[in-house]
């Protein structure tokens, strides 16, 4: 059984600190790593993809991942109130084509305090 | 532009009845995916369409049946659904099988 897993939290930050959210995977062949960003009722938002070993920055947000520690994590700088939501974790299993799918964490809930 | 869409937002249906949710996007998008969303939990896998035919099927009941018409537009019918269906429908899509995906805003649906 593929898995991903992040802690569920809540991970509570102050505003205006840095949020650092974490996910592992067991699908060792898995090569795309997705965040997305979930306000209650709402439907997931992409927020940072990330294929290559190392760091991705995209404005307030960093996407790290380290394949052969099968970790993926995600950083927010300045945090807000508005950042406030479920974080999900989705790594892309199969063997290319057709049998490609996302497999994803149960989601970390972000709270940041004003 | 990343939009898909889908309709209707909301959806109260009863057991017996039949009834359809739709997605479209004009990404030129040629994967497009039915997850079911339970509170609390993470979207679940139904369905993957790629080039307009069903690649995956994650074992999901009959009750839920998915039509792909062209390469924008996917269905999703329903038929004898029971309560434990209700739930958050989402559709996204993604330039092809393992590349990001983008959802639509979802529907709500309440089987009574």
């Known amino acids: 059984q593929k898995e991903v897993e992040q802690n569920s939290g809540p991970l509570s930050v102050p505003e205006g600190a840095i949020a650092s959210l974490n996910c592992t995977y067991s699908?060792?062949?898995?090569?795309?790593f997705f965040w997305y960003r979930q306000y209650s009722g709402k439907s997931p938002e992409l927020i940072m993809f990330?294929?290559?070993?190392g760091d991705k920055e995209d404005g307030r947000f960093t996407a790290q991942l380290n394949k052969a520690s099968q970790y993926v994590s995600l950083l927010i700088r300045d945090s807000q109130p508005s950042d406030s939501a479920t974080y999900l974790c989705a790594v892309n299993i199969g063997y290319g084509g057709a049998t490609n799918k996302l497999i994803f964490g149960t989601g970390t809930l972000l709270a940041v305090q004003p | 532009d990343t939009e898909v869409t889908q309709t209707p937002k909301h959806l109260v249906m009863g057991m017996t009845n039949k009834k359809s949710l739709k997605c479209e996007q004009h990404m030129g998008h040629r994967a497009m995916y039915w997850y079911k969303q339970k509170a609390k939990k993470p979207p679940e896998l139904m369905f993957v369409?790629?080039?307009?035919?069903?690649?995956i099927n994650e074992s999901v009941p009959s009750r839920f049946s998915p039509e792909c018409p062209n390469s924008s537009l996917l269905n999703l019918h329903l038929h004898a659904l029971q309560p434990e269906d209700s739930a958050l429908y989402l559709c996204?899509?993604?330039?092809?099988?393992?590349?990001?995906?983008?959802f639509g805003p979802g529907t709500r649906l309440t089987v009574t």
């Open positions: 369409y790629s080039y307009e035919k069903l690649s």
């Open positions: 990330i294929y290559s070993n």
């Open positions: 996204a899509s993604s330039q092809d099988q393992g590349f990001e995906q983008y």
């Open positions: 699908d060792r062949g898995s090569q795309s």
